[in-house]
């Protein structure tokens, strides 16, 4: 028994597809405007012959609000459309951030720690503690994006139903 894979599970899988169709870049961007038009109210978006960025319209705007992007491009004389679901690129941004910000941090106290510890001095008695501080705001910043990810289930699968209307219906079988 051989499994395909479609399109639609690499949807299901991963926050990002590709996939290749038969209309122009124009023609593309002309179907999803006309379909996010006939959804005005539940979608809003920004929409040009190389870019698409959709967002669910809701009556809060929390920080995880996650977006879906479509980029169309030509590819091998055909045209080839790339979507990626998530927040916006600022949000990443911030969160790699704070990632890397605190990563530094605890390597930091931690080896002022261990080396104070090698060469027998109490010049830096906090730098344990610190390390630990570190820890916690890793742990923080994880649960935060995770709960972020978790409120915008809902959102996610609306986006998912979205490129699933307006896109799947023009791929180019290969």
């Given amino acids: ?3 395909e894979e479609t399109t639609l599970d690499k949807i299901r899988n991963r926050p990002r597809f590709k996939m290749f169709t038969h209309l122009s870049k124009e023609t593309y961007a002309e179907n999803l405007k006309k379909y996010l038009s006939e959804h005005k109210g539940e979608f809003s978006g920004n929409i040009n012959k190389e870019m698409a960025t959709i967002c669910v319209e809701t009556e809060y705007d929390n920080y995880w609000k ?5 980029r169309t491009e030509i590819e091998d004389d055909q045209t080839v459309i790339r979507g990626v679901f998530g927040p916006s690129s600022a949000v990443w941004t911030f969160f790699m951030f704070l990632y890397f910000l605190f990563s530094i941090l605890w390597m930091t106290f931690f080896t002022m720690y261990y080396v104070e510890k090698q060469i027998k001095s109490f010049e830096f008695p906090w730098a344990l503690n610190g390390s630990f501080a570190m820890l916690f705001c890793l742990a923080a910043t994880y649960a935060a994006a995770r709960f972020g990810q978790f409120k915008a289930k809902d959102e996610m699968i609306k986006l998912r139903k979205f490129a699933e209307e307006s ?6 079988k290969i």
């Fill in 1 to 3: 028994m051989q499994t």
């Fill in 66 to 70: 996650p977006r879906l992007s479509l």
């Fill in 167 to 172: 896109t799947l219906q023009f791929e180019k």
